[in-house]
């Protein structure tokens, strides 16, 4: 069994800053790629950063683009999310998500964490 746990959520004024982590344990073989969603209320969940196993690829919604990185501990199965300049438009419920395989003789699946809720106001 896999578990996500997220962490580092949060209330915060406009411009401030956060940083989440999505930290993955349980029966893992290897992780390829790693991401981060967001769903804001009565929205629906869009990508905001993801990362490759060899970091040498990230992507970046239009809307995060130089505010937020996306980095990953390839050793501690974890994701993380540094949010600076942060908006009210980026409050919403942030999901981290992993492609994983439990075994040698697995496909990669995709497991999502529970969610952490990142709050922008003054």
């Known amino acids: 069994q896999v578990q996500l746990v997220e962490s580092g959520g949060g209330l915060v004024q406009p411009g401030g800053s956060l940083r989440l982590s999505c930290a993955a344990s349980g029966f893992i073989f290897s992780i390829n790629d790693m991401g981060w969603y967001r769903q804001a209320p009565g929205k629906e969940r869009e990508l905001v950063a993801s990362i490759s196993l060899s970091e040498s690829l990230s992507h970046y919604a239009d809307s995060v683009k130089g505010r937020f990185t996306i980095s990953r501990d390839n050793a501690k199965n974890t994701v993380y999310l540094q949010m600076n300049s942060l908006k009210p438009e980026d409050t919403a419920v942030y999901y981290c998500?992993?492609?994983?395989?439990?075994?040698?003789?697995?496909?990669?699946?995709?497991?999502w964490g529970l969610g952490t809720q990142v709050t922008v106001s003054s």
């Open positions: 998500n992993l492609h994983l395989r439990g075994s040698y003789f697995d496909l990669y699946r995709a497991y």
